[in-house]
């Protein structure tokens, strides 16, 4: 590949794929499959209780912190703002972040490209490019699959090899619940830390361990305990923050770093709070305690079938490990797939009842589903299984099969993906009450720990206990109490619990901010019935501008579409 001629004087400009995304349209959007991850594949039969809410593109804001050309960042374009960035400035290139399902909009938004800005060098990234002759497709110049830093980094003539930046980044925006939309003051949300990227266990329906080589393989951006600290506490500084989602897919398998990280926070008397991915094998390399002075606050965690063969799983009670770290204020959210190979009709909604039966605090339920790119799809295409006539834009595994199971319809295949939804809210109740409680479990074993950092931390997870969450408690009681009582009644003693645990202010505000609650969750439940959606907002956001001498317009200018992105 050859440099750009211009090389770090490039006008580079950087978009993910234009909304709106919660609905059915031609260039692949389904309302089934939202722009929201927890609404969208944890909490999307809570109803009014689901939580909602949006996640920035963490990998072309990496890109663009880490090149010295005058960079734009258009994240959740419509496809207006795409067409009015591209007329008001003359980009040298046009980068395209996609996922799989989105590739009707890449395909639109590489067209419009060629219309409005006909010189500049199309670049597509991201797991759309996983996608079997995708090059005759889409109309681009380039497709980068894997670790798009350096590979931008060697077209613009920049060093390659030169240590990762950090952009700073908050883990979501937009956050709401129970017909709220949830203050988001400053530090109120964690950040977003990306210390590696691609997945050593290798699970083969597994994207995303396939997109950064297979099995086995994966790009650390930051080694050493010492350097995560130093990202760490550089977010900190910035974005006043205390909590930290690790975007990392098995973060506490790599011990040397996590407890490298755990003896600088211990220095410099750090009591923060992460949010980490872990296979349960992986967990068990640590005590409670371990995990407890690490601050892990949050776990997702794999709990596939116990008849399944993944390696992550391996001698695991996941059954007694997950009720260990609820215990210790740990909580989870589940990930089960639906529809392995030894499903059948008779026996799968057991193997659901029992994914249920870890209670925890989420639950995401996924379709068994290969995904072009993945050991699983080529498995399937060589076994001709594959189905016809199943759009790309479909294939995201919350809807049906896109292959031929050996017991289970597609139509099936959605039926019990959906009953697995609603079983576990049955069952469990919303995952905010499930928080709540894990919350709880926590304060009540180490608000009075001999380590300050600990009871720091714990103290500041509960402050929420005292007002908010315990309105919203009392709104889910009154909610459930017709729906399913068994629930309200647990949900009723976990708030007089709370109650009784931080004292009459607590309990006024909850008397005072519950029945508002109860009101706008039942407002929501009305608007959700009436098929309500909610999307993010577009973000611009610019660098290196100044350096270059170049004018950037505050944000682009939303002029009405013409010709050029008429059909």
Not at 320 to 344: C, D, F, P, Q, Y
Not at 423 to 448: A, H, L, Q, V
Not at 512 to 521: D, E
């Amino acid at each position: 590949m050859k440099p750009h001629p211009k090389r770090s004087n490039a006008r580079i400009l950087l978009a993910s794929v234009f909304g709106p995304y919660a609905q059915d349209d031609e260039f692949g959007s389904r309302k089934i499959n939202p722009m929201e991850l927890y609404h969208n594949q944890v909490t999307r039969e809570q109803g009014p209780f689901s939580l909602r809410m949006f996640h920035r593109s963490w990998g072309i804001l990496m890109i663009q912190k880490n090149i010295s050309a005058p960079c734009t960042v258009l994240d959740f374009p419509t496809r207006e703002a795409f067409a009015a960035e591209l007329r008001a400035h003359d980009y040298d290139v046009v980068g395209i972040s996609s996922i799989i399902v989105n590739v009707g909009k890449v395909r639109e938004m590489c067209r419009m490209v060629r219309e409005i800005s006909p010189r500049a060098t199309i670049v597509v990234g991201g797991h759309v490019t996983a996608i079997p002759g995708v090059e005759q497709m889409v109309d681009a110049d380039h497709f980068v699959k894997g670790d798009g830093i350096a590979w931008m980094r060697r077209y613009l003539g920049e060093d390659v090899d030169a240590p990762v930046r950090h952009p700073e980044i908050v883990s979501g925006f937009g956050a709401r619940a129970l017909g709220i939309k949830l203050p988001q003051s400053e530090g109120s949300t964690a950040a977003t830390i990306i210390p590696s990227v691609g997945c050593p266990m290798g699970c083969n329906f597994c994207t995303t361990s396939a997109f950064f080589g297979g099995k086995g393989r994966y790009l650390n951006f930051y080694d050493s305990g010492e350097e995560l600290f130093r990202v760490m506490s550089d977010m900190e500084a910035k974005l006043k923050v205390r909590s930290f989602f690790m975007m990392d897919e098995n973060f506490l398998l790599h011990k040397r770093r996590a407890m490298e990280l755990l003896a600088h926070m211990k220095r410099e008397n750090k009591a923060w709070a992460l949010y980490v991915f872990s296979s349960a094998n992986a967990i068990r390399q640590y005590t409670m305690r371990e995990l407890v002075e690490i601050g892990v606050s949050w776990v997702w965690m794999g709990l596939e079938s116990p008849r399944s063969s993944y390696v992550k799983l391996k001698d695991s009670d996941t059954l007694k490990l997950t009720a260990e770290l609820r215990r210790h204020g740990i909580k989870l959210l589940g990930s089960t797939i639906v529809g392995l190979e030894h499903h059948t009709p008779e026996n799968i909604r057991g193997e659901i009842e029992y994914a249920v039966s870890h209670d925890t605090d989420f639950h995401q339920f996924m379709l068994y589903t290969p995904v072009p790119g993945t050991p699983l799809y080529f498995e399937m295409v060589e076994q001709g299984r594959m189905l016809d006539g199943v759009e790309l834009a479909d294939i995201h595994g919350q809807d049906k099969f896109n292959f031929a199971h050996a017991a289970i319809s597609r139509d099936q295949s959605k039926e019990l993906l959906d009953w697995a939804f609603r079983r576990d809210y049955e069952r469990n109740g919303p995952s905010i009450y499930r928080i709540c409680r894990t919350i709880m479990e926590g304060w009540r074993r180490y608000k009075n720990d001999p380590d300050p950092r600990v009871r720091a931390r714990f103290e500041w997870e509960a402050r929420s206990l005292r007002d908010g969450y315990a309105a919203a408690l009392w709104a889910m009681e009154k909610h459930l109490r017709a729906s399913n009582e068994a629930v309200s009644r647990k949900v009723r003693a976990l708030r007089e619990e709370i109650g009784r645990e931080f004292g009459l202010l607590s309990r006024v505000v909850t008397a005072l901010a519950g029945p508002v609650v109860a009101w706008t969750a039942k407002r929501e439940a009305r608007r959700l019935d009436e098929g309500r959606t909610y999307e993010p907002e577009t973000i611009i956001e610019r660098s290196n501008w100044d350096r270059h001498n170049l004018i950037a317009l505050p944000e682009a200018v939303d002029v009405p579409l013409d010709a050029v992105v008429a059909r």
